[in-house]
């Protein structure tokens, strides 16, 4: 809620100040700097992508061996998020923030210098821990930045940004592996995270306060006025809280459907019509596939404008429309291989994946702007952690039940079951819809 106070402080040539309804050239600078090292953070991430068939070949890992790392980096990612969340709120994101770059730098360079599957499994087990100390500083470090008012807008553009950082680290780790060999894509690529990871460190505080600056929202009820220290029993009522668990289901359900796309939807598109696919090469397959990235970046800037000021600064709205429309046309593609027929069919599910995948994954813009309304600028890092928690859990089912799921049913049956959790995931978002006492201490704060 906003201050009682009507009047924007006066600035002195002592004191610095950042105001409600306009931004600060250094508060602009700390939210690039922040937002672009998370997104370098997939520079140490994503790489493996790029070079699991190479390591398969070198190595001769059937993919269901190789799977077990990627299983098992999901189930240490979300138990990462579960941990460290809380520990942003407990010692700041900053720090955290700064020792996730440079222990992924690290995990990066042992992994490209092992040589068995142990040393594989364990290197990247421990480059996955580094990397789970990312989105909670991120997103904690954009709630004492701003305030709650513009959350939705810079919240956008910051998810953006990590779907940028997914579509754009493919090509260049597949130069590096064209030219230098695929160890290569683990020594170049998280150079990035280290340079930026450095930039951030000189650059970003914690808060404005600690940057000299004072905040115009200074007296809103979300921001942290007491600074008590953390303890066990916050972090369990922010388990025990109801709203905070109906957004945290929400978000297991969409990084699972998020993820089952992700890894199945390109195998999918190449597998033989006969069984349940639409014979695709592996180019026009993977470009179809990264639609779903591009789409999610376009949209969540829309997604983040929509909450700010078509429904000021709710969030429930959004996620509802984006789980109702992204089933819609993602149930047009259990037609399969008849949709091809069409001279139209190759832009059709372009545009079907832009739009369907684009606003499941678009659904992260609205609600991780949810712990910080629920919890206030104090536990906000501890919400943010536990929900991602879930959503990785979620994304470790996508793996293997979506794979067992496919082998039942078929691929493109499997898309039945995407649009009905979709339709779960519409009807479970009404639960985050605020009573009518929140509604109208919200309208009166607006009026101040």
């Given amino acids: 809620m906003k201050s009682n106070s009507t009047e924007s402080p006066k600035e002195s040539p002592k004191k610095r100040y950042l105001y409600r309804n306009k931004s600060h050239p250094k508060q602009l600078l700390v939210f690039f700097v922040f937002i672009t090292l998370y997104l370098f953070y ?28 990627l299983t098992a980096a999901s189930l240490v990612y979300a138990v990462g998020q579960f941990i460290n969340g809380n520990l942003t709120d407990r010692f700041g994101p900053r720090k955290l923030f700064f020792i996730g770059a440079i222990g992924a730098l690290a995990g990066n360079f042992l992994f490209g210098l092992s040589s068995s599957f142990i040393l594989f499994f364990i290197t990247w087990m421990i480059t ?14 954009l709630y004492n930045w701003f305030p709650q008012e513009r959350w939705g807008f810079f919240g956008g553009i910051s998810n953006a940004f990590c779907f940028f950082g997914s579509a ?56 942290d006025k007491t600074n008590e220290k953390i303890e066990a029993k916050d972090y369990l009522a922010v388990l025990k809280n109801h709203k905070m668990l109906v957004a945290d289901l929400c978000y297991f359900l969409t990084n699972m459907l998020r993820w089952a796309l992700a890894s199945w939807v390109v195998k999918i598109l190449m597998d033989a019509p006969e069984i349940g696919g639409f014979g695709l090469a592996v180019v026009t397959a993977t470009l179809i596939g990264s639609m779903m990235h591009w789409g999610a970046a376009a949209l969540c800037f829309v997604a983040g404008w929509v909450q700010d000021k078509v429904f000021h600064g709710e969030r429930w709205q959004t996620i509802f429309i984006c789980f109702l429309l992204a089933g819609v046309p993602l149930l047009y593609l259990t037609k399969g291989a008849v949709i091809l027929e069409s001279s139209y069919g190759i832009p059709v599910i372009c545009a079907i994946m832009f739009l369907g995948g684009g606003l ?11 712990p910080g309304d629920i919890l206030g600028s104090r536990l906000a890092a501890t919400g943010v952690g536990i929900m991602n928690g879930f959503g990785y859990l979620g994304a470790a089912f996508a793996g293997v039940g979506f794979g067992a799921l496919m082998d039942t049913i078929g691929g493109t049956n499997s898309f039945y079951v995407i649009t009905a959790l979709c339709i779960v995931g519409a009807l479970l978002s009404l639960l985050l819809r605020p009573n009518k006492a929140e509604r109208e201490a919200k309208k009166a704060a607006r009026a101040e």
């Fill in 42 to 69: 997939y520079f140490s991430k994503s790489n493996l992508s790029a070079a699991t068939e190479p390591i398969q070949v070198a190595f001769g890992f059937s993919s269901a061996k190789f799977g077990i790392i």
């Fill in 128 to 141: 996955i821990y580094f990397l789970s100390m990312g989105w909670a500083p991120s997103m904690k470090l």
């Fill in 168 to 223: 754009i680290v493919l090509p260049i780790a597949g130069l590096c592996i064209d030219a230098f060999g695929w160890r290569s894509a683990f020594f170049i690529p998280p150079l990035f995270t280290l340079v930026m990871g450095i930039v951030f460190f000189l650059i970003v505080r914690n808060t404005p306060k600690d940057d000299g600056f004072e905040i115009e929202w200074e007296n809103d009820a979300y921001v």
């Fill in 360 to 370: 499941i994954q678009t659904i992260c813009a609205p609600i991780f702007n949810i």
